[in-house]
């Protein structure tokens, strides 16, 4: 198109053309006026355009078509456009005149002229017009873009007046609508930070605190997993704690420890203290868990807490260009995550406290407080779940001799040292606790009572066997005697389970360096095979040696309470067994035995989890009804709402999580209405300023009593009952947001509300047929309503889906 022929048009300006315009047409001129003191009050960019675009064709007679073409400050596009009077769908606009974009006039004296240019012959014969004008959307300070008009035949001197001056008074418009947006952006920052902020002060608990913020994080940027990176107290390793998942929405707890800073994806992050948007590997061919082979879009933002680095939040979804650095969002969130970042380490800081308070520090195991906690805990789920749980008690022989000979540190670091004993060779998924001044407590979680005896005697064995090593090359010998009891065999409380094993070790004890077992203090008899080989429940290296499957005893192998350590060293055995041994066929099949009463467990929970959640949802349908029956005009709204709103969602292929939020949403969307005087709802005169403020309030009053139905009512409920008042040309309330800054599950609830609201009788007014609803919505729409759900609506009303409101 470059050197096609230019014509530029010099406007009569001042009053001249005002007197001439008097004469002319009083009336087009009266619609200008009107325009413009609309204009000036519009508070939305997308309003403006829509309103310039349809000025242009009331105002120029000869106009086929108007299009504004609008520039921001980044370098970002947007165009709107309408034709023959009806607006056109922005993906539509795009295709259809990007090619009027590249006719676009150079930018020299834009400033008072109005561009005129004979259309190329593939325009004309695609858009059937002969003519285009180009009119500069300028203020003195910031240039905003193009009003584009074409015609089939020349604009008229007046015509040309208006294209310009309607541009200019766009102009003006647009940087009043984004002055305007951006304060409401700025304040609904606000008020999101201090909501994020709140929401993250009611928990200690970093998991619950990821989970959280993840579900404000979902509604600002497209994340479909999420990944926490720590770094360790030295800033040379780092873990992976927590992942989260979109779908469902989780929280995941990672193990992956010790992973080496140097050169990875979160140092460079960490380094650079800045958002890294689709990074790539710092060097091929080394393997970084942080940082995993991706087709799709990433976004690293640094973990700052009070300008400290503690980790990184790793962002992804499968969609290339998701995340773009000229994204203002991006500011948002990093604030955001400066506030999870000190919300983390308050959360650490408070474990590490409540560690301490629960934790023997001198000795390293847990203490008596928590031992007896946890020992319920243990064993109610033991008793729920229907495995048994073992209790082994040991105290030292000679403590006092130790002290008196080698001075209390001596007597403190043989305590430790018979801590050091006991936890080696039990599992991760066991307690070990000082009970008393020489005295400790081994809870077994999951235990035969041939492990339990195997536990204990090889416990008082190991420690008589490693002596304690002293200054000066001093060696001290160390005993002790232990006691052990089983639930449900020789006890089936808390309390009477440690007077068993007390019991027990008291006997052990008028003998020294003994071992007894059970409600009759029975000798611990074990074979130095059987300690050699290891417990049941947790298969030792050397059973790699074990090469008959008669020969190994699986009896009580309970691998639900393996820790990694467990399953690494069982995949070790087994890599070393030999073929035709038939050890790892009988091991294997205890293994899928016990699984598989595993999966049924689980499978109960679910179920009962299940019927929990529609038990809430009942009792969601029930306040539903609650509602109405206070305002009988209402009966069958709530239902009415469910159904049409399931419509609209499923119409726009929304995802089944979204359409179990959008159920949720409006069997809570009336709520407010309790909180709103019933004088007010039935009124038939006009409301005061203060019922109409009433009015406002009541989606806020359903939040607040909403959050009361938690874990249903989630943030993507909560916002959607918040914003269901939102109009499109952002005139609503309670927040006046514009266009799609309002949820998406918000605008489908707002439009089926008022479908559903316009069909039923109210005391002020009778209910409307579908022939009227249908006209209330296409003069609504794009001011009320979004243009692509009233499309969807009127279609729904053309082919008799809604006659179920009838």
Not at 492 to 498: N, V
Not at 579 to 585: E, I, L
Not at 652 to 678: D, F, K
Not at 748 to 753: K, N, Q, S
Request: hydrophobic content about 40%; aromatic content about 8%.
């Amino acid at each position: 198109m470059e050197g096609w022929p230019w014509r530029v048009l010099v406007v009569i300006e001042g009053s001249q053309k005002m007197r001439s315009a008097e004469q002319g047409n009083s009336s087009r001129l009266g619609s200008y006026l009107t325009l413009a003191g609309v204009l000036l009050r519009a508070q939305s960019r997308q309003v403006v355009s829509q309103l310039v675009v349809n000025a242009a064709a009331d105002l120029c007679p000869h106009l086929l078509f108007s299009l504004l073409y609008q520039l921001d400050d980044v370098g970002s596009s947007f165009i709107t456009a309408q034709m023959g009077g009806i607006l056109l769908p922005s993906a539509e606009t795009t295709h259809q005149w990007e090619r009027l974009i590249n006719l676009l006039p150079p930018d020299t004296d834009r400033f008072s002229s109005v561009f005129e240019q004979i259309a190329p012959p593939e325009v004309e014969a695609e858009l059937s017009l002969h003519r285009l004008y180009f009119a500069p959307a300028q203020t003195p300070t910031q240039f905003y873009g193009w009003l584009v008009a074409g015609a089939v035949e020349s604009f008229e001197e007046e015509e040309l007046y208006y294209l310009r001056s309607l541009a200019q008074l766009a102009a003006i418009a647009l940087e009043n609508a984004s002055r305007f947006e951006a304060l409401k952006e700025s304040a609904a920052e606000t008020t999101l930070i201090n909501e994020v902020a709140g929401s993250l002060a009611t928990s200690l608990n970093a998991e619950e605190l990821f989970f959280t913020f993840m579900a404000y994080l979902r509604n600002l940027l497209p994340i479909e997993r999420a990944t926490i990176a720590i770094l360790s107290p030295n800033w040379t390793h780092y873990e992976l704690p927590y992942n989260w998942v979109d779908p469902p929405g989780r929280v995941r707890r990672g193990y992956i420890k010790n992973l080496p800073l140097l050169n990875s994806v979160l140092e460079r992050s960490i380094r650079e203290r800045e958002i890294i948007i689709d990074a790539l590997a710092p060097n091929e061919g080394t393997e970084d868990p942080f940082f995993k082979p991706l087709d799709g879009s990433r976004l690293i933002v640094p973990l700052l807490a009070k300008g400290r680095p503690i980790g990184a939040l790793q962002m992804a979804h499968r969609q290339h260009g998701c995340y773009r650095e000229n994204d203002t969002r991006l500011t948002l969130v990093e604030k955001l995550v400066s506030l999870f970042a000190l919300a983390l380490v308050n959360s650490r800081l408070y474990e590490e406290k409540q560690l301490s308070a629960e934790f023997d520090n001198r000795v390293g195991v847990y203490n008596h407080d928590y031992f007896d906690r946890e020992l319920s805990v243990q064993l109610e789920k033991a008793r729920r779940l229907g495995y048994k749980l073992g209790l082994v008690m040991i105290d030292m022989d000679n403590l006092k001799k130790i002290n008196d000979a080698y001075g209390h540190l001596a007597g403190d670091a043989a305590l430790r040292h018979i801590a050091g004993q006991v936890s080696s060779i039990v599992r991760a998924t066991d307690v070990v606790a000082r009970y008393g001044g020489d005295e400790f407590g081994v809870m077994l979680p999951g235990c035969t009572a041939r492990s339990l005896e195997i536990v204990a005697e090889k416990a008082r064995r190991n420690i008589r066997s490693a002596p304690l090593e002293l200054e000066n090359d001093v060696r001290a010998q160390l005993t002790v005697s232990v006691g052990a009891a089983l639930f449900p065999d020789d006890a089936d409380t808390p309390l009477e389970l440690i007077q068993r094993a007390d019991a027990a070790m008291y006997i052990a004890k008028q003998h020294r360096d003994a071992t007894r077992i059970g409600r009759r203090a029975r000798v611990a008899r074990v074979s130095d095979r059987e300690l050699e080989r290891g417990t049941p429940d947790k298969p030792l290296a050397d059973l790699a040696q074990t090469t008959q499957a008669d020969s190994i005893d699986i009896t009580g192998l309970n691998v639900v309470h393996w820790g990694t350590a467990d399953y690494e060293r069982f995949l070790n055995w087994l890599g070393n067994d030999r073929p035709g041994s038939g050890v790892a066929t009988k091991v294997l099949r205890e293994t899928y035995n016990q699984l598989s009463e595993t999966r049924q467990q689980l499978y109960k929970a679910e179920s009962r989890q299940a019927q929990l959640e529609d038990a809430l949802r009942n009792g969601l349908r029930m306040v539903a009804f609650a509602v109405e029956q206070r305002e009988p005009y209402l009966l069958g709204s709530t239902e009415r709402l469910h159904q049409l709103a399931l419509l609209l969602a499923k119409e726009l292929h929304c995802s089944p999580e979204q359409c179990l939020e959008l159920e949720t949403a409006s069997w809570l969307a009336n709520l407010g209405r309790l909180a709103v005087p019933e004088y007010i709802w039935t009124k038939t005169s006009h409301l005061s300023t203060y019922d109409w403020r009433r009015v406002q309030q009541a989606p806020l009053e359903a939040i607040r009593l909403a959050e009361y139905w938690k874990p249903l009512a989630t943030p993507g409920v909560l916002l959607a009952i918040r914003h269901q008042r939102e109009r499109f040309d952002g005139l609503g309330y309670p927040t006046g947001l514009a266009g799609e800054e309002i949820p998406l599950l918000a605008r489908i609830l707002g439009l089926a509300g008022a479908v559903v609201a316009l069909h039923q009788p109210r005391p002020f007014r009778a209910g409307l047929n579908l022939t009227s609803i249908r006209s209330e919505i296409e003069q609504a729409t794009g001011r009320h309503f979004d243009p692509t759900l009233a499309r969807i609506m009127l279609n729904f009303i053309d082919t008799g889906k809604l006659d179920f409101l009838d």
